[in-house]
C-alpha cells in the first residue's frame, strides 16, 4: 500500500484545512486508517482513526469535536477535516494504513504503511 497525503498549509487560528492521503491498491477497505503528527522536538502522536468499513472511528482528546476524520472506499482515500484549529495544532500530519484497528487507535506499535507527511502551520 502506498499512500500520498495532502492538503497542508498556512492557516490562521480558528480556520479550517482538510488533508486528503490517497491509496493505492485494490484491497483499500481492509485496512484501518490513521492520522498522526509529530511536532518539531516531539514524539509523533495519534490524532484520529477510523475502520476499513468506516463504521468506527476514535479521536485524541486534543482534537476531538473539532477534527473528523472519514473515508470514501471507492476513491481510496481518507479525509482529515480540520476546524477550529490552533497554534498548537501545527505539525507534520502523516496519514497511515494498518490492517488492525486496535494498531492504528493505540498506537504501541508502528502501524505497516506511512504517507510522506504534509505540513500545517497555524498562526495566532
Known amino acids: 500500500v502506498q499512500l500520498q497525503a495532502s492538503g497542508g498549509g498556512l492557516v490562521q487560528a480558528g480556520g479550517s484545512l482538510r488533508l486528503s492521503c490517497q491509496a493505492s491498491?485494490?484491497?483499500?477497505?481492509?485496512?484501518?486508517m490513521g492520522w498522526f503528527r509529530q511536532a518539531p522536538g516531539k514524539e509523533r502522536e495519534f490524532v484520529a482513526g477510523?475502520?476499513?468499513?468506516?463504521?468506527?472511528?476514535y479521536y485524541a482528546d486534543s482534537v476531538k469535536g473539532r477534527f473528523t476524520i472519514s473515508r470514501d472506499n471507492a476513491k481510496n482515500t481518507v479525509y482529515l477535516q480540520m476546524n477550529s484549529l490552533k497554534p498548537e495544532d501545527t505539525a507534520v500530519y502523516y496519514c497511515?494504513?494498518?490492517?488492525?484497528?486496535?494498531?492504528?487507535?493505540?498506537?504501541?506499535?508502528?502501524?505497516?504503511?506511512w504517507g510522506q507527511g504534509t505540513q500545517v502551520t497555524v498562526s495566532s
Open positions: 497511515a494504513a494498518d490492517p488492525s484497528y486496535h494498531t492504528i487507535v493505540v498506537f504501541t506499535r508502528t502501524p505497516a504503511y
Open positions: 491498491g485494490r484491497t483499500f477497505s481492509s485496512y484501518a
Open positions: 477510523i475502520r476499513g468499513s468506516g463504521g468506527s472511528t
